[in-house]
Nanobody
Framework: QVQLVESGGGLVQAGGSLRLSCAASGMVFSLNTMGWYRQAPGRQRELVAT???????TYADSVKGRFTISRDNAKNTVYLQMNSLKPEDTAVYYC?????????WGQGTQVTVSS
């Protein structure tokens, strides 16, 4: 059974940093494209960043230069380093695993940025 477990969320002041982690199990981690998405209250879930098994990355324009996605295939874990956080980054952040059209989601972790 596939499981994605996020951690690292919390409350931080604007300008601060957080590092999210997502530990995966029950799948061949290195073959999956891993991603972070977020959903703010009243808004649709949106892509934040993705990273392929080979390490190629994509970012939403709103987080470029501030957020960094990375992965450790030996630890079956994907990370999201978030710097220079803004109040508009406040959302529930979800980990996603995608392979051959099949996607799986974690339960989400809350990130709140105070002004």
């Amino acid at each position: 059974q596939v499981q994605l477990v996020e951690s690292g969320g919390g409350l931080v002041q604007a300008g601060g940093s957080l590092r999210l982690s997502c530990a995966a199990s029950g799948m061949v981690f290195s073959l999956n494209t891993m991603g972070w998405y977020r959903q703010a209250p009243g808004r649709q879930r949106e892509l934040v960043a993705t990273i392929t098994g080979g390490g190629m990355t994509t970012y939403a324009d709103s987080v470029k230069g501030r957020f960094t996605i990375s992965r450790d295939n030996a630890k079956n874990t994907v990370y999201l380093q978030m710097n220079s956080l803004k109040p508009e980054d406040t959302a529930v952040y979800y980990c996603n695993a995608a392979l051959l059209g099949l996607t799986r989601w974690g339960q989400g972790t809350q990130v709140t940025v105070s002004s």
